[in-house]
């Protein structure tokens, strides 16, 4: 770890020989190559008191002027300042009030910054008798403000400090459920009511497991605390088509009516952590309270009052808990294996041509027809899809159900990639032989999806015995770039109306139902 | 098992100067990395290992192992 230390003194010889010195109280040069950096101020050698505490006060902009220019997620790690040599004319105070200045804004300092952590020199030096800290000597042929003897101590020192630095970093991530990890009450609203995918706020709860499931995979044990029925949470988790956190995303839970504090500790034995490795995330005041006074040493972080503030949330959580300090030589080799996948990646992308880029994508295509779960979806769907829309006509979900219920076909697609799954993205409603609606989610086009679905729809109703098929455009002031879209799709138009709307037909017999290959569809 | 004052010295100077290959002519002209730093930890090693207090003009005189080991020898006796 190749450390940089801003110094006032000659202090080499207590670190590392891998570390790196700024000049004598120079803080021109912030090197961001550094792994992490140190502040170690002695106090400075003069006899006018006044000059002196002047000097040290002066620190106190030095250092935050350093703080501020550099990366919040390298560790800093400030040592405070000991009075190692002085003789006090009078009371001393003034020189200890000035010290205790500087000392006071290092804490404040590691109180407002994430990735700075205080050092007590004092824990180091009070083993040690005031003359064995402090050697005359050494300050005039080396300007040390430390006795060089203690090198070796105080370097064992420093790296076990070091050490337990890295270890606060938290373990374990303690999570309630409802309006906490999707929006609602489970035992309300039930598997399909809970807000979770979709729109705002299922959207943002959605992203936020994504964010935890995401900190699962950098090591932080995912556990849940919530009051609610198992058998609801597991239905949940199986059900909910939404669900990113499931059953094997926990490493243990207690969903239950007991109180959250007496689950808690259950937690800490059953996976054998400390209780002060636990971070505790509730969207409910009142838990949060009864944690912070019932278990003092769990960390319980003000839960956002909004769900679009959750991706600010995580940014704490992740800045104050679970990242700080440990840039250990295997998250060095993480951090390689990214780089490789990045470059690998990059290579992939030098395409010869579209197709080339389109097939590279791993298109996976899923149909699927209505059910229950996505009917809100498809009405939604209808309500707010403007661009891609053929006939733009509104529907609620008991219209859906309605339609369903008397014979109407709706399928829904689902679209991923190798980048990701940007789930139920389009849909078509068939009344008989009519495609009463066609609409996909403007994020998908431009990969030639909406024709491969609807030739897929094609080749369906034509293996379940259609013969033809028609459907229509109904212009309106955001659909235009869908106007020659049936007949790209080989569909002929029999009728066309001064106001711009088309009636078309196909003839399935003979239609050109091919699909390029580099779509993978499954219909369920 | 002991070794000479001179053998002491020698590889105190290996130590504190971070090369293998240096002998009795080894100085403060001939390795650069004899600098500022490698003598004020040469001063604690030497002090430390032979139990021996060296003066501030007698550091400033210190560039040599020749010079070393007077030193040495004057102070231990």
């Known amino acids: ?524 | 098992m002991t070794d000479t004052m001179e053998e002491k010295i020698l590889i105190i100077l290996k130590s504190v100067l971070g090369v293998e290959g240096i002998d009795f002519t080894v100085s403060q002209e001939n390795c650069e990395q004899w600098d500022s730093l490698a003598q004020l930890n040469l001063v604690v090693e030497l002090e430390d290992a032979f139990d021996i207090t060296l003066e501030p003009e007698e550091i400033g005189e210190m560039k040599s192992f020749e010079v070393i080991l007077r030193l040495v020898k004057e102070k231990v006796g």
């Open chain 1, 1 to 524: 770890m190749r450390y940089f230390v801003f110094r006032n003194n000659t202090v080499e010889r207590f670190f590392p020989k891998e570390y790196s010195f700024s000049g004598y109280d120079d803080i021109s040069l912030i090197p961001e190559e550094a792994d992490g950096y140190v502040w170690f101020y002695q106090l400075p050698v003069k006899y006018d008191m006044e000059a002196l505490c002047d000097e040290v006060r002066g620190y106190i902009q030095k250092l935050e002027l350093v703080l501020s220019q550099v990366s919040s997620s390298k560790p800093f790690v400030v040592l405070t300042m000991d009075d190692g040599y002085s003789v006090p004319m009078t009371s001393g105070v003034v020189l200890l009030s000035a010290i205790a200045d500087y000392n006071a804004s290092i804490a404040r300092a590691e109180q407002g910054r994430p990735n700075v952590k205080l050092l007590d020199i004092r824990e180091f030096t009070r083993q040690f008798a005031a003359s064995e800290v402090f050697d005359w000597k050494f300050w005039f042929i080396s300007q040390m403000g430390m006795n060089p003897r203690l090198s070796k101590p105080f370097s064992e020192w420093f790296s076990h400090k070091l050490e337990q630095i890295a270890l606060k970093r938290k373990k374990c991530l303690v999570l309630d459920l409802d309006n906490t990890l999707w929006g609602g009450v489970l035992g309300e609203d039930g598997v399909d009511g809970i807000k979770l995918g979709g729109d705002y706020p299922g959207k943002a709860y959605h992203l936020f497991q994504e964010a935890l499931e995401e900190l699962g995979k950098n090591g932080v044990i995912l556990t849940v605390c919530s009051k609610n029925n198992e058998s609801d949470v597991l239905e949940a988790w199986n059900k909910n088509p939404f669900m990113v956190l499931k059953k094997d995303h926990f490493a243990a839970w207690r969903i239950n009516w007991t109180d959250k504090a007496t689950n808690i500790r259950e937690l800490a034995d059953e996976l054998n952590i400390g209780l002060d490795s636990f971070v505790f995330v509730d969207d409910n005041p009142v838990e949060r309270e009864l944690i912070r006074q019932a278990l003092p040493r769990v960390e319980v972080p003000e839960f956002p009052d909004q769900p679009y503030e959750l991706p600010i949330f995580v940014k704490s959580l992740v800045e104050k808990y679970f990242r700080v300090y440990s840039v250990t030589s295997e998250d060095k080799l993480k951090t390689e294996q990214y780089k490789a996948n990045a470059q690998r990646t990059q290579s992939q992308r030098e395409f010869v041509d579209f197709e080339s880029f389109l097939r590279s994508l791993d298109i996976r295509l899923k149909i699927e027809p209505a059910n229950e779960f996505t009917i809100p979806r498809i009405a939604q769907m209808t309500q707010k899809t403007n661009q891609f829309n053929l006939t733009t006509k509104r529907y609620t979900e008991s219209d859906i159900r309605g339609f369903i219920e008397t014979g109407w076909k709706i399928w829904t697609l689902s679209v991923a990639d190798r980048f990701g799954d940007s789930g139920i993205t389009g849909l078509v409603m068939l009344n008989g032989e009519e495609i009463d609606s066609l609409l996909l989610s403007c994020r998908i086009l431009g990969k030639g999806i909406e024709v491969a679905f609807l030739k897929r729809i094609l080749a369906l109703l034509k293996g379940e015995g259609s013969k033809s098929v028609f459907a229509e455009y109904l212009p309106t002031a955001k659909n235009s770039q869908v106007k020659d879209f049936y007949e790209r799709c080989g569909f002929i138009c029999i009728d066309e109306q001064p106001n711009g709307s088309k009636r078309y037909s196909l003839d399935l017999k003979s239609a050109d139902l091919e699909i390029a290959d580099y779509y993978n569809i499954t219909i369920k």
